[in-house]
């Protein structure tokens, strides 16, 4: 009677309810725990535990080539010219090594030391797991005079292995695989994406030449990624865009540590270079893995530049021995671009995602080597070495000043957390997770939103004209700033020494601005504050833009709104189509849907048109002129050869006849419409911006995510930097790219 009971107190929870799972069904059941999660930083993370593979065999002395393409069909190869995976009968498993490598985890070359001296790869979970966790693989194997060939499909052989012809004297693996989408929400490669990882593996191996081709998206991008110069080449590429302030100091060394099981050998390299901006870049490597969280080498690199910086600053008399309690070590990196390279046997990482080194002895052999070597640097380099103090000095009494102004402020009761901006229209939630912040431009619309809004959970925050451009600005100067002090304080996550991302009031920060030049510039305005100053805050994902509408539609009195241009496009030329013929050249009359993507196509001809005669181009001569190669010329040349698959050729559009028909169209289509362009958020009323912009059930918003840190950097380098003609040169290259610059 009582076992009863228990089993009825316990839901019969009992021994046949455990269940074990082995192999390869364990990763596909928690995906997660081995890749970080199933979304799009999941499914690339498939991309680099292969190409991982290859760049061990860089590491070890034995590949210099790794071609990487994603397939018309999805899938997504690596290929090699390393030693290929070993396919000779495995002692124990008694089968061909490289299905032990495949299908088995914690298999793999790397444990022992012997073949690999240092690995990224040290779990042996990384290569079976993107097995596991694809629908199908296909590997080939270069080795020993044979090509050998495998097939798996989600973690199991479906294919044995086989010989299916000679390779005389090449060796390499070639692995193709497509992942299984019934456990990834992403089903598609992103070029930005995995061309970031590439490139900066290319930096870390010098040498090593990587070849990278997308053959599935129209565009056919194709790019090679080779650097004889290394992390010294890696800096100056951060830096572009930036005016440097020093050399690019380089210097490497390497120390023997000794552990329980043995003497390792720790090689650390550290390439750094100084800029006049605010902002600080710090890369950290371990045997390539990005550790994006740091680790033990930053740490070490960290303390040896501080000490050194201090220590011969006041040997030579340039740091004053009462400015030296007050430097901190923000004030010495700020300006600072740094990549630090370490390359451990052995090393311990903080899950299989690997973003923070733990090994504690790697902290005092970097700190040691960056001690010496940088300490050497700044006898031989004295100018430089008072440049990069002088710049360290004035930011600590720009820190200096913030904090007296920050004391002042909180006096008067405006940043202590309790007293909020009187502007502030708060909610009554007290829940972060339950709560918004439109950031709104203009006193207009911040009334529209405050009336509109619903007030237990959006709070809404005025801002008066530009906010201040942060990137040009030290931290004193942007705390005197009236806008800057009033957003700090409504966020409540404090600022620089106090920063608590957990104290956030908000967890979506929606930037609200008009659909124009003005609100665009607005808009990246904020968005340099945050990525600079706050950028937790899009690492959390707490920061959004809103898409409010560009145009109203009413049409037998229903109204519809419409975000963009492209949508307005979009739709006239749906209903344009209705009951009209349209034909291609030979007279054939086209389907619907060929017909609107002929339309589609005329439209984007007569906007990069109107583009090209706005810089000066009239597009038929620019594509009559063989001289033209590249930007608007290229474009044209795009444009009209998809044209040609319809049976017309240019002629027919500048003649005349496919502008009627695109007139004649959208004409049929504007029938008994009534188009309405809003020009900013101030002429909607409190319904209308709430229904359209702010109402959760309806609207639309875009979140700001941090895919590629350095491509970031650089882009606000470019756009809200000191230099000038880099950033007229991406607008000229861009310009084409832009449908309406008044939006």
């Known amino acids: 009677m009582a076992e009863e009971v228990n089993n009825q107190v316990e839901g019969n929870y009992s021994a046949s309810n455990i269940q074990v799972l082995e192999g390869m069904e364990a990763v596909r059941k928690r995906p997660a725990m081995y890749i970080g999660d199933t979304g799009e930083r999941g499914y690339h993370h498939l991309v680099y535990e292969v190409v991982d593979n290859s760049i061990d065999e860089a590491l070890a002395g034995y590949c210099s080539m790794i071609d990487v393409i994603i397939n018309k069909d999805g899938s997504l190869t690596v290929n090699d010219n390393g030693r290929g995976i070993p396919v000779d009968m495995h002692p124990t498993q008694h089968k061909p090594a490289v299905e032990v490598v495949l299908t088995i985890l914690h298999a793999g070359g790397k444990f022992d030391g012997s073949n690999y001296k240092v690995s990224g790869g040290l779990h042996g979970v990384g290569v079976s797991c993107v097995n596991a966790l694809s629908d199908w693989m296909k590997v080939e194997v270069k080795r020993g005079g044979k090509l050998h060939h495998i097939e798996f499909s989600r973690g199991h052989v479906t294919k044995p292995l086989e010989v299916v012809g000679d390779c005389g004297e090449e060796t390499g693996t070639k692995v193709t695989f497509f992942p299984d989408h019934t456990i990834f929400s992403c089903h598609a490669f992103k070029w930005e994406i995995l061309c970031a990882r590439l490139r900066e593996l290319a930096f870390l191996n010098k040498g090593v030449t990587i070849h990278f081709r997308d053959d599935e998206g129209e565009a056919h ?135 923070k080194l733990g090994n504690g002895e790697v902290d005092g052999i970097v700190a040691a080597i960056v001690s010496d070597k940088l300490n050497t640097f700044f006898e031989e380099n004295p100018a430089v070495a008072k440049t990069i103090i002088e710049k360290t000095l004035l930011a600590a009494r720009a820190r200096e000043a913030a904090r007296a102004a920050r004391e002042s402020t909180r006096r008067k009761g405006v940043m202590d957390g309790l007293s909020l901006p009187g502007k502030l229209r708060d909610c ?96 990246t305005l904020l968005l340099t504050f945050f990525y600079r100053k706050m950028p937790e805050l899009i690492e959390k994902g707490y920061v959004y833009l809103a898409q409010p509408p560009l145009y109203k539609v009413e049409r ?25 013929e349209v034909k291609a050249k030979d007279g054939r009359v086209l389907e619907k849907e060929e017909a609107k993507s002929l339309m589609t196509l005329l439209a984007e001809i007569e906007e990069t048109s109107k583009a090209l005669e706005a810089r000066g181009y009239k597009a038929e001569e620019l594509l009559k002129d063989e001289t033209q190669q590249g930007g608007g ?108 610059l008044d939006f």
């Open 221 to 355: 991008h194709e790019e090679t990624f080779h650097y004889e110069g290394g992390i010294d080449e890696f800096v100056e590429y951060l830096n572009t865009n930036k005016k440097p302030l020093s050399p690019v100091i380089h210097f490497e060394g390497q120390k023997e540590s000794e552990r329980l099981d043995g003497k390792y050998l720790i090689q650390a390299e550290v390439s750094m270079q100084y800029n006049d901006s605010y902002s600080t870049l710090e890369q950290t490597y371990c045997n390539n893995i990005h550790t994006i969280e740091g680790g033990t080498h930053l740490s070490g690199f960290r303390r040896a530049l501080t000490s050194t910086i201090k220590s011969y600053g006041e040997r030579n008399k340039i740091i004053k021995e009462k400015e030296l309690a007050s430097l901190s070590g923000d004030d010495m990196r700020e300006g600072l671009t740094v990549i630090v390279s370490v390359k451990v046997p052995q090393p311990q990482f903080e899950g299989q995602t690997k973003t």
């Open 428 to 523: 009554s939630e007290r829940d972060p997770a339950k709560t918004e912040l439109f950031l709104v431009e203009g006193d207009s619309a911040g009334g529209s939103a405050q009336t509109g809004r619903d007030r237990a959970t959006q709070a809404i925050l005025p801002l008066r004209g530009k906010v201040l451009n942060v990137e040009k600005a030290r931290i004193d100067r942007m705390l005197a700033n009236a806008e800057i002090r009033t957003l700090i304080t409504a966020i409540g996550c404090g600022f620089g020494e106090e920063w608590d991302v957990s104290k956030a009031r908000y967890h979506k920060i929606v930037i609200m601005t008009d659909a124009d030049v003005d609100g665009a510039h607005i808009r």
């Open 556 to 580: 037998k009195k229903k109204s519809e709104y419409v975000l963009t241009d492209a949508e307005l496009t979009e739709k006239l030329l749906t209903l344009g189509l209705d009951d009209f």
């Open 633 to 740: 010329a290229s474009i044209l040349r795009k444009l009209f050869s998809s044209l040609s698959a319809f049976g017309y050729e240019a002629q027919d559009y500048f003649g005349g006849e496919l502008k009627k028909l695109l007139d004649d169209v959208r004409a049929h289509g504007k029938q008994g419409l009534s188009v309405y362009r809003f020009k900013g958020l101030g002429e909607m009323d409190a319904e209308e911006l709430y229904s359209t912009t702010m109402d959760p059930t309806k609207r639309r918003m875009l979140r700001v995510k941090l895919n590629d840190a350095v491509a970031a950097d650089q882009m606000f380098s470019l756009l809200m930097g000191d230099e000038v003609e880099p950033r007229r040169k991406f607008i000229e290259d861009n310009a084409l790219n832009v449908r309406n």
